[in-house]
């Protein structure tokens, strides 16, 4: 029986459930767009990190996934592949070193095949285009940076990577995202 990608989203999302400390403020986004809206995560979970999952059920291919893989990277703390049983090998033997993978069968079981090493090389300008404009003029209004209304969203992601220390920039993009999504 092939699983739906529905329900192994619904088997991943529980099995963070039970693998990972989950409190109250972290929040589960479903079908996230990143980078310019140009890709989309299956599923993130959203705590003290972005840890995305990209889901290949069995009828799905790897043939997109060096892509993929290369824009999750651009944007997440985490990467994770989330493949069958039938994908195994090739999830282990094409992805990046720091990409998790893991391995789900026909009857719903998940298990790590591999864990995520932390992605160190975030894109700040790609990670900034979670944020609308809105965000990014409070960002920069709450850090007394100079901007002006009719800055462009380019613009005001350069100003604010610019002017502030990445971990601030995390912090308030990882903030945002669970306030949106909460």
Same mark, same amino acid.
């Given at each position: 029986?092939?699983?739906?990608?529905?329900?192994?989203?619904? $088997?991943?999302?529980?099995?963070?459930?039970?693998?990972?400390?989950?409190?109250?403020?972290? !929040?589960?986004? &479903? /079908?996230?767009?990143? #980078?310019?809206?140009?890709?989309?995560?299956?599923?993130?979970? %959203? +705590?003290?990190?972005?840890? %995305?999952? /990209? *889901?290949?059920?069995? %009828?799905?291919?790897? #043939?997109?996934?060096?892509?993929? /893989?290369?824009?999750?990277?651009?944007?997440?703390?985490?990467?994770?592949?989330?493949?069958?049983?039938?994908?195994?090998?090739?999830?282990?033997?094409?992805?990046?070193?720091?990409?998790? !993978?893991? !391995?789900?069968?026909?009857?719903?079981?998940?298990?790590?095949?591999?864990?995520?090493?932390?992605?160190? +090389? *975030?894109?700040?300008?790609?990670?900034?285009?979670?944020?609308?404009?809105?965000?990014?003029?409070?960002?920069?209004? &709450?850090?007394? *940076?100079?901007?002006?209304?009719?800055?462009?969203?380019?613009?005001?992601?350069? *100003?604010?990577?610019?002017?502030?220390?990445?971990? #601030?920039?995390?912090?308030? !993009?990882?903030? $945002?995202?669970?306030?949106?999504?909460?």
């Amino acid at each position: 029986m092939t699983l739906r990608p529905d329900h192994i989203k619904t $088997t991943l999302r529980s099995w963070i459930g039970e693998h990972h400390l989950i409190d109250e403020n972290d !929040v589960l986004i &479903e /079908e996230l767009c990143f #980078v310019d809206r140009k890709r989309r995560a299956d599923l993130v979970h %959203a +705590n003290g990190k972005l840890s %995305a999952y /990209e *889901i290949k059920s069995e %009828a799905d291919s790897l #043939v997109r996934w060096r892509g993929q /893989e290369e824009a999750y990277h651009l944007v997440f703390d985490e990467v994770w592949i989330c493949c069958h049983f039938k994908h195994l090998s090739k999830a282990l033997n094409s992805s990046k070193q720091k990409t998790g !993978v893991m !391995v789900f069968d026909d009857f719903s079981n998940m298990a790590i095949a591999k864990p995520a090493e932390e992605n160190k +090389n *975030i894109d700040f300008s790609k990670l900034l285009s979670f944020l609308w404009k809105e965000n990014l003029q409070s960002l920069c209004y &709450e850090h007394d *940076i100079r901007f002006r209304k009719s800055d462009s969203v380019m613009l005001l992601r350069q *100003i604010a990577i610019n002017n502030l220390p990445k971990q #601030v920039l995390k912090n308030y !993009v990882l903030n $945002t995202l669970k306030a949106r999504y909460s």
